[in-house]
């Protein structure tokens, strides 16, 4: 089932100030120029939602879309643009880590690779430290119309191999194209039953807060 109302919701620079926890949420980063904004607007349908640029590092907010009224998408900054100082590079990382380790709604990150570039520790040392801190996670390959499908085998392979180096087990991998449309409905089926357990879990929340403590009766 296709998106059917993407709509951008707020931007801001303080993980404080970030829309309440009320939804299920998703963010989206990866290196600079991974090709972030492209797909988001492939997997929502809207060609000009997230605003894609040549110039690496444009994205410097954390920037929420709000999908069908039901879930949020966010948009992070993009790690590791060596064109700016070492200062912005700090004040970018403190934001991306505020963020992700205080939205409680916050049910899975999208780590975006290229799918042209062998594996590169600036993206598995990421990782590693979303699983040090125990954050769900799974792999975007971007851009793989440019590869044949050997080549992308190839590719899907060494990764595998290089984070089992790592982990005892690799996380889930989604093989996208932002010019074929590939993995749109691989994702959007990955994340539908996220939200459909989320909102269950919310109901019997406050079930349980409704229902007030057991009061004895008497004889």
């Given at each position: 089932?296709?998106?059917?109302?993407a709509?951008?919701?707020v931007?801001?620079?303080?993980?404080a100030?970030?829309?309440?926890?009320?939804?299920?949420?998703y963010?989206?980063?990866?290196?600079?120029?991974?090709?972030?904004?492209?797909?988001?607007?492939?997997l929502t349908?809207?060609?000009?939602l997230a605003?894609i640029?040549?110039?690496?590092?444009?994205?410097q907010?954390?920037?929420?879309f709000?999908?069908?009224?039901?879930?949020?998408?966010?948009?992070l900054?993009g790690?590791?643009y060596?064109?700016?100082s070492k200062?912005e590079r700090?004040?970018f990382?403190?934001?991306i880590?505020g963020?992700?380790?205080?939205r409680?709604?916050l049910?899975c990150?999208?780590?975006?690779?290229?799918?042209?570039?062998?594996?590169?520790?600036?993206?598995l040392?990421?990782m590693?430290?979303?699983?040090?801190?125990?954050?769900p996670?799974v792999?975007?390959?971007?851009k793989?119309e440019?590869?044949?499908?050997?080549k992308?085998q190839?590719?899907?392979?060494?990764y595998?191999?290089?984070?089992?180096?790592?982990?005892?087990?690799?996380?889930?991998?989604?093989?996208?194209?932002?010019?074929?449309?590939?993995?749109?409905e691989?994702?959007?089926?990955?994340?539908?039953?996220?939200?459909?357990?989320?909102?269950?879990e919310?109901?019997?929340?406050?079930k349980?807060?409704?229902?007030?403590p057991?009061r004895?009766?008497?004889n």
């Open positions: 089932m296709p998106v059917k109302q709509e951008f919701f931007s801001n620079s303080d993980p100030k970030c829309p309440s926890p009320d939804r299920p949420e963010a989206f980063i990866g290196r600079s120029n991974v090709g972030k904004s492209s797909l988001i607007n492939m349908g809207r060609s000009g605003k640029s040549g110039k690496p590092g444009k994205t907010l954390i920037n929420h709000i999908i069908d009224n039901e879930w949020y998408l966010v948009d900054p790690y590791g060596a064109q700016v200062t700090e004040k990382a403190a934001l880590t963020y992700l380790t205080n409680p709604n049910l990150i999208f780590v975006l690779v290229d799918s042209r570039i062998e594996p590169q520790k600036i993206d040392d990421f590693e430290n979303l699983g040090d801190r125990g954050l996670f792999v975007v390959f971007t793989t440019k590869l044949g499908p050997t992308l190839a590719t899907l392979d060494t595998r191999a290089k984070l089992l180096e790592r982990w005892e087990e690799a996380p889930t991998f989604f093989v996208t194209s932002a010019i074929t449309g590939a993995g749109r691989d994702i959007l089926s990955f994340i539908r039953p996220l939200n459909e357990d989320y909102v269950k919310q109901k019997n929340e406050r349980k807060r409704n229902a007030g057991l004895k009766t008497g």
